[in-house]
């Protein structure tokens, strides 16, 4: 079985741009989570798609945004973009919610400059 | 609100040395409970889980228990390897059975030496 993709893998874009990452979940699973990953600290819940809906969304203001498609991949698009955004991004997928049927994607390091 | 706190790193140990990694956390309600390992340039993988009261979680070696009278998970290894450097987090999910969303700690960095 595939694992979680994510694409690409590092990333420079200028403060005031957007951004949008992809990330191909693992075969049979519906539910896809982002995850923002500061230097130095732990991954904080950004948001989830369940089957094309948005089900669940952490402290990030509006200009963080998502998609999920039919094939349950997904995207995570930032406008606007601020120097604090510079982080890893992880994708994470899951046979529904449930947390420890996780499996992580490798990230995307976005610097902004 | 819910939370997770670990002991701060790097840990440095020798190869065969016991490993302890404190964590602590605050929730309401009845959490789910999960050890992740972060190796460099890699995700999160799933090493251990407990989702109810005395669990013990185990992989690799490694074990943790779900303590809610002290509301902790510490993470122990008897015999510690090289290739077992790399970041470890504490991480809770606020509802049973994992649903929506895990809240991590900041990590800590274990360091073995040979």
């Known amino acids: 079985e595939t694992g979680v993709t994510q694409s690409p893998t590092h990333l420079i874009k200028t403060r005031g741009q957007q951004v949008t990452l992809r990330c191909s979940s693992q075969?049979?699973?519906?539910?896809v989570s982002w995850y923002q990953q500061a230097l130095g600290q732990g991954p904080q819940f950004i948001f989830q798609?369940?089957?094309?809906?948005?089900?669940g969304r952490g402290n990030f203001p509006p200009r963080f945004s998502g998609l999920q498609f039919p094939n349950y991949s997904s995207e995570l698009n930032v406008n606007a973009l601020e120097l604090d955004d510079s982080a890893l991004y992880l994708c994470?997928?899951?046979?529904?919610?449930?947390?420890?049927?996780?499996?992580f994607g490798s990230g995307t390091r976005l610097t902004v400059v | 609100g819910n939370s997770v706190t670990q002991m701060e790193g790097p840990v440095t140990l020798s190869e065969e040395a016991f490993l302890t990694i404190n964590c602590t956390y605050t929730?309401?309600?009845?959490?789910?409970l999960f050890w992740y390992v972060q190796y460099p340039g890699e995700g999160l993988q799933l090493l251990l889980k407990?989702?109810?009261?005395?669990d013990k979680g185990s992989n690799k070696g490694f074990e943790a228990t779900y303590r809610k009278e002290t509301t902790s998970f510490h993470l122990e290894k008897g015999s510690v390897q090289v290739s077992d450097s790399a970041v470890y987090f504490c991480a809770l999910s606020p509802t049973p059975g994992g649903y929506n969303k895990l809240i991590f700690g900041a990590g800590t960095r274990l360091a073995v030496h040979p």
């Open positions: 407990a989702t109810k009261a005395d």
């Open positions: 929730a309401t309600g009845y959490p789910s």
């Open positions: 994470a997928s899951s046979l529904g919610g449930e947390g420890y049927g996780y499996t």
């Open positions: 075969s049979g699973h519906n539910t």
């Open positions: 798609y369940y089957r094309e809906e948005e089900n």
